[in-house]
């Protein structure tokens, strides 16, 4: 299973970027989808995430100015990010709990992350 995002990029304080994540390969199910972030010198926090039952956790730091939307049929997760603040600025990595064939239990997988950087 391979993740792959994308979206990122330089933008002013108060401004919007949408970040995407898709999962491919073959025989495997996307349980919990969700993004996390890591600032230079800071470990890697939790941003949102997105549960297999349809509901949405933020981190208290995002909460009211962030919005997932999850596609199933595509395996698609998207962060819509508005009124950006510097302090947004890290590389922000999609992370999923997908179920493979033949195996029990979940697997997480990682993607390579994509650099937000919020400043004027």
């Known amino acids: 299973v391979q993740l792959q995002a994308s979206g990122g990029g330089l933008v002013q304080p108060g401004g919007s970027l949408r970040l995407s994540c898709t999962a491919s390969?073959?025989?495997?199910?996307?349980?919990?989808m969700g993004w996390w972030r890591q600032a230079p010198g800071e470990e890697r926090k939790f941003v949102a995430l997105?549960?297999?039952?349809?509901?949405?956790m933020y981190a208290d730091s995002v909460k009211g100015r962030v919005t997932l939307s999850r596609d199933n049929a595509k395996n698609t997760l998207s962060l819509q990010m508005n009124k950006l603040k510097p302090e947004d600025t890290a590389v922000y990595y999609c992370?999923?709990?997908?179920?493979?064939?033949?195996?029990?239990?979940?697997?997480?997988?990682w993607g390579q992350g994509t650099q937000v950087t919020v400043s004027s």
């Open positions: 992370n999923a709990f997908v179920t493979l064939a033949g195996m029990s239990g979940t697997t997480q997988f």
């Open positions: 997105s549960l297999s039952s349809g509901t949405t």
């Open positions: 390969g073959s025989g495997f199910e996307v349980i919990n």
